[in-house]
């Protein structure tokens, strides 16, 4: 005997070639059904058979179902009562969220300008947009509740100085329903939004990635993202999904704040900048789950060469360049050396050819018109 919420649909059993295999049969609305095991069936034998069952009457109040089971024989026999199976409802929402920023690899440089002296958004810095998707397997979302995207946003550093700066928040695929709070994008409204996005630059290409990577345990790095230790304040951004149907994309169009990472963290190799973003329910049931309803972006942020030129060698390059120059300075001794450029001549050679000069020394014209004379 079946609850309200289950009706019968079907059957299937394991045959054999010596049993007689089980047969099932329903009566009109599906509430019950009796199922023929075998006639005689025999001691110590063993039949397996499944019953397959529909779930369209599970609503979210359903929290666990009972099924009763009865055996009846024609045969005497006692202690034959009922037995409950139980089963516990799970709702599972088939919601899954992706992200992704472009570009994945930003730089800061240039000249520090305050928050009055930015005009245009691209004087704020470097361009980064996020690009959320989120995609709906299951039946619509009006049927169990109002859902919406929760994004981490890094909005300042724990000096209280911009990191992220959040220009605009556009949606495909949803309602037109403003994300919350409003105060927290594009909230400068003394600097000038730009109407089309400015190409993004690729300094060094791939070339300078390869680069970037190369000893990277030994660089400096700082982590920048929600939670203790992470240098990072955040401010949750709400995007109600409402008219959700089977996907929709959720972008944010953002700028780095040039003169925080230069004043902040200019002695620094690379920085990740970490954006996380997760799906909720409003009021859920506890009995459902959501899976894949979470990710995180990461951005990395370098310095220009200009910026980081500064910021000092390590001690095994500083090493390697002295004892460098230092075997540089001994070849060149000892190749002046061997030359004898170091030698000095005898003193007594220097008088002998002195004296040598004093007795050649011709008279000159006045003292030959004296001799004359």
């Known amino acids: 005997m079946f609850p309200n919420a289950l009706s019968y649909s079907g059957f299937r059993s394991q045959k054999t070639t010596k049993d007689k295999p089980v047969l099932c049969l329903a009566n009109q609305n599906g509430s019950q059904t009796e199922c023929e095991i075998g006639n005689p069936f025999k001691r110590d034998s063993e039949v397996t058979f499944y019953i397959i069952l529909s779930t369209a009457g599970i609503s979210l109040k359903t929290k666990d179902i009972d099924i009763d089971l009865e055996l009846q024989t024609t045969s005497t026999q006692e202690r034959m009562g009922k037995v409950k199976a139980k089963a516990k409802v799970v709702i599972e929402l088939l919601l899954s969220v992706t992200g992704i920023a472009r570009p994945s690899q930003v730089y800061f440089?240039?000249?520090?300008?305050?928050?009055?002296?930015?005009?245009?958004?691209?004087?704020?810095?470097?361009?980064?947009?996020?690009?959320?998707?989120?995609?709906?397997?299951?039946?619509?979302?009006?049927?169990?509740?109002?859902?919406?995207?929760?994004?981490?946003?890094?909005?300042?550093?724990?000096?209280?100085?911009?990191?992220?700066?959040?220009?605009?928040?556009?949606?495909?695929?949803?309602?037109?329903?403003?994300?919350?709070?409003?105060?927290?994008?594009?909230?400068?409204?003394?600097?000038?939004?730009?109407?089309?996005?400015?190409?993004?630059?690729?300094?060094?290409g791939q070339t300078s990635e390869s680069k970037i990577n190369l000893f990277l345990e030994q660089r400096k790095h700082k982590i920048l993202m929600c939670g203790n230790g992470y240098d990072a304040r955040c401010v949750v951004i709400k995007c109600p999904l409402q008219g959700l149907d089977s996907s929709a994309v959720i972008a944010l169009r953002s700028r780095l704040w040039n003169a925080t990472f230069l004043e902040n963290y200019a002695s620094l190799n690379f920085l990740d900048i970490i954006v996380k973003a997760s799906i909720s329910l409003e009021t859920p049931p506890k009995n459902m789950v959501l899976r894949n309803a979470e990710t995180q972006v990461r951005v990395t942020v370098f310095p220009e060469k200009a910026v980081s030129q500064y910021s000092g060698a390590p001690w095994w390059i500083i090493l390697v360049a002295v004892l460098a120059g230092i075997l540089m300075l001994a070849l060149l001794v000892f190749l002046l050396w061997k030359c004898g450029f170091f030698k000095r001549a005898p003193q007594n050679q220097y008088d002998a050819a002195y004296h040598k000069a004093q007795i050649h020394v011709q008279p000159s014209d006045k003292e030959k018109l004296t001799t004359e004379a």
């Open 109 to 204: 440089g240039g000249d520090v300008k305050g928050e009055s002296g930015i005009q245009t958004e691209e004087e704020i810095g470097s361009l980064i947009d996020y690009e959320f998707r989120i995609i709906n397997l299951g039946k619509p979302l009006k049927s169990f509740g109002t859902a919406s995207l929760n994004i981490n946003w890094p909005k300042e550093n724990v000096d209280g100085k911009w990191l992220l700066y959040l220009v605009k928040i556009s949606t495909s695929g949803l309602e037109e329903i403003p994300c919350s709070p409003e105060a927290e994008i594009h909230p400068l409204k003394h600097i000038q939004e730009d109407s089309t996005s400015r190409k993004r630059r690729e300094v060094g």
